[in-house]
């Protein structure tokens, strides 16, 4: 089968492999769609952690597709059957998932390789964290189920409420998935901020209902400016740089909530004024990743089409053109998420 080798740092091959051969309680999956990231942009431009991706590797970790051989031992799923599983599965037994942190799980097992004809999903994973996809639903849309599960924990946890006005920094596809999301949710305003006018202009579309080009306009005094000179109530970051999390700190008011979503590059670290932490009563808080719950609500709040992704898809291209894909996202003020056919 074809499939996409991630080797280092922008080094990325369309290879042939072999086909996984499936095990008991192991299924494979034709891949139909698989979409990119942010993460794997970062990941291809500047590596990743060693506990979590272990190169070289087939890569990729957002796809939907179609049960071609199902293990011994399974009743479910059934050959044949439209599937998207979550890129990880908890064990369920150690001190975080007990905790009920299942995203922090200590043993967690993680699954790579959206990019080639062929996956092959774990044991555990078919039965913690793999979802059979709506007839009505788009293999694309499916896809995007792995983002949004982030997405919907991050919220959960900055505890986003009716009325609350939130702004986000970055108007990428995390960025964008957010205010998707919490314009869901009842709040009052999103001001989107970003450097590119292109992706600011889409976030409009998409509903934000305000827009500050950082790059142009002070964005403290903008945001202070649209919020009676208060601050936001939430802010997220969805970027992934110190700088960017040091902003979100000074655009939230007091008693407000900080969710620094973006990862920011291994070793880096940021400064806070005690004073503002302090007096200003400030929530700042961290998520990652998701819990096999998030992935479910995310399957069903697109198949409901409560969250509409379909948007997000700006271009479709071959797998054998993975690392033109990548340089595009790169380079390109426009395109949000590229879908990746097989």
């Known amino acids: ?24 309680g192991e299924v494979l999956v034709k891949v139909k769609a698989a979409t990119t990231c942010g993460t794997d942009l970062k ?3 500047r590596g990743y952690v060693e506990k979590v991706i272990k190169l070289p590797t087939i890569f990729g970790h957002e796809w939907a597709g179609e049960v071609v051989e199902v293990g011994e031992g399974l009743e479910w799923p059934k050959k044949g059957m439209r599937v998207r599983a979550g890129n990880s599965a908890p064990c369920l037994r150690c001190v975080m998932c007990r905790k009920g942190k ?9 699954l790579w390789g959206a ?43 900055a505890r986003v409420r009716l009325g609350d006005t939130v702004t986000i920094i970055g108007a990428g596809p995390i960025g964008l998935l957010h205010l998707l999301t919490v314009k869901k949710m009842g709040v009052e305003k999103v001001v989107m901020v970003d450097l590119v006018d292109e992706r600011l202009s889409f976030a409009s579309k998409l509903g934000a209902d305000e827009v500050v080009n950082a790059g142009k306009a002070d964005a403290l005094e903008s945001v202070k400016r649209l919020t009676d000179g208060y601050g936001a109530d939430v802010v997220i970051e969805a970027i992934g740089l110190p700088s960017t999390w040091e902003q979100a700190i000074k655009l939230a008011r007091k008693g407000g909530t900080v969710l620094e979503f973006g990862g ?9 004024s005690t004073e503002t932490l302090h007096y200003g009563e400030l929530t700042l808080l961290g998520t990652f ?5 998030h992935f479910r609500k995310a ?23 993975i690392k033109e894909a990548f340089e595009v996202l790169a380079t390109s003020k426009s395109e949000i998420k590229i879908a990746i056919h097989p």
């Open 289 to 293: 990743h998701a819990t096999p719950q």
């Open 1 to 24: 089968m074809k499939a996409a080798m991630l080797y280092g740092v922008k080094d990325l091959r369309v290879e042939d492999v072999e086909i996984p051969k499936v095990n008991a």
């Open 264 to 272: 920011c590059p291994p070793g880096t670290e940021i400064r806070v």
């Open 102 to 110: 299942y995203n922090l799980c200590e043993e967690m097992i993680w």
């Open 299 to 321: 399957l069903s709040l697109i198949s409901t089409r409560t969250v509409d992704v379909k948007p997000l898809i700006t271009r479709r291209m071959k797998l054998e053109d």
């Open 115 to 157: 990019y080639a004809e062929y996956i092959k999903v774990p044991a555990r994973m078919v039965l913690v964290n793999m979802q059979e996809i709506p007839g009505h639903v788009s293999y694309e849309e499916a896809a995007i189920a792995e983002p949004l599960a982030c997405v919907l924990h991050g919220v959960e946890e």
């Open 43 to 45: 990941i291809y431009q």
